[in-house]
């Protein structure tokens, strides 16, 4: 899997959007950009996941860059309880070893009231 | 929905007793569970993948009679911590495939084991 650089943390104000980027500049044409988050002393929460083309879901929006060498995430009115370490990964859907999540040490967001 | 239960969140236990933790999928099958485990301010690390009915795949550096990993059914893998050693606390996370598609991986809500 290509390897994902992020911030280490980043802070938003509440109610306002998080803007959470992530380069991934060897991803290769058949790999999928996915987010999790991490609450706390929980397990991983699904966020989002796209190929090429943005995407949007009820927690979030998924903007890829045309080169797809970078992302972000957004979150359009964070809430204190969307503090959290995000994590942006890249994998693939088939071939050996593509059902692992490698997780890097991702975005700690911390949103301020 | 696509529910993965782990038990117990939190268990202390004695040097050298072994413990055993459950991870059940409770609304689908999952042929395929995978076990992290994550030291504290540190990432996810990739333990070992099992899938039903077959021996487990360790990844490299973890020991395979130290952390036994049975998935007897389509619901349910347990990961037991023999022998357990201080070294041992950590938080154990499951994590759980939705049928065919590696698409989506659910993850259950972590076990700290704290080992004195």
């Known amino acids: 899997d290509a390897k994902t650089t992020q911030p280490t943390s980043m802070d938003c104000a509440e109610g306002r959007a998080a803007n959470l980027p992530c380069n991934h500049s060897t991803i290769s044409g058949n790999e999928y950009v996915y987010w999790y988050r991490q609450i706390h002393s929980q397990g991983p929460q699904y966020i989002i996941h796209?190929?090429?083309n943005n995407e949007t879901n009820e927690m979030a929006s998924l903007i890829i860059t045309e080169d797809r060498k970078s992302s972000t995430l957004i979150l359009p009115h964070a809430t204190l309880r969307d503090t959290a370490v995000y994590y942006c990964i890249v994998r693939g859907l088939s071939g050996a070893g593509s059902y692992q999540l490698t997780f890097g040490k991702g975005t700690k967001l911390s949103v301020i009231p | 929905g696509a529910v993965v239960s782990q038990h117990p969140s939190w268990v202390i236990c004695k040097s050298g007793t072994s413990v055993k933790i459950e991870c059940r999928s409770l609304d689908f099958q999952a042929t395929t569970m995978f076990w992290y485990r994550q030291f504290p301010k540190q990432s996810l690390m990739l333990m070992a993948t099992?899938?039903?009915?077959?021996?487990?795949?360790?990844e490299q550096g973890v020991e395979k009679d130290k952390f036994l990993i049975n998935h007897a059914s389509l619901t349910l893998s347990t990961l037991t911590v023999t022998s357990a050693h201080p070294e041992d606390s950590s938080f154990y996370i499951c994590?759980?495939?939705?049928?065919?598609?590696?698409?989506?991986?659910?993850f259950g809500s972590g076990t700290q084991l704290s080992v004195l």
């Open positions: 994590s759980a495939r939705k049928g065919a598609s590696y698409e989506k991986l659910f």
């Open positions: 099992s899938n039903e009915g077959s021996k487990a795949t360790y």
């Open positions: 796209g190929l090429k």
